[in-house]
Nanobody, 122 residues
Framework: QVQLVESGGGLVQAGGSLRLSCAAS????????VGWFRQAPGKEREFVAA????????NYADSVKGRFAISRDNAKNTVYLQMNSLKPEDTAAYYC???????????????WGQGTQVTVSS
């Protein structure tokens, strides 16, 4: 079983940056993929980015390409989401999740963190 804890959310002005962290415990992520999803008030949760631990393959939603970057730290068993050029429409609760497959489909993800709030003011 994998436990995931997100951190790094907060309030930032439009155009600013934040880095989210997703720390895993209970099992190494070496055989997993980790994804970031977000859910804005009144909207469905949507895919943001994913990384396959082995090999580092990455995938991004079109809405964040060129602005967000997902990365991993093997030694810390942690995945990061660097968010630059933030927009008010990026405001949401951000969740990380792990999966045995590299996917943008949230149904493929087995373990989820509790989420961290990102608020971007205009």
């Amino acid at each position: 079983q994998v436990q995931l804890v997100e951190s790094g959310g907060g309030l930032v002005q439009a155009g600013g940056s934040l880095r989210l962290s997703c720390a895993a415990s209970g099992r190494t992520l070496s055989s997993y993929a980790v994804g970031w999803f977000r859910q804005a008030p009144g909207k469905e949760r949507e895919f943001v980015a994913a990384i396959r631990w082995s090999g580092g393959r990455r995938n991004y939603a079109d809405s964040v390409k060129g602005r967000f970057a997902i990365s991993r730290d093997n030694a810390k068993n942690t995945v990061y989401l660097q968010m630059n050029s933030l927009k008010p429409e990026d405001t949401a609760a951000y969740y990380c999740a792990s999966s045995s497959v590299f996917s943008s489909t949230q149904g493929e993800y087995d373990y989820w963190g509790q989420g961290t709030q990102v608020t971007v003011s205009s």
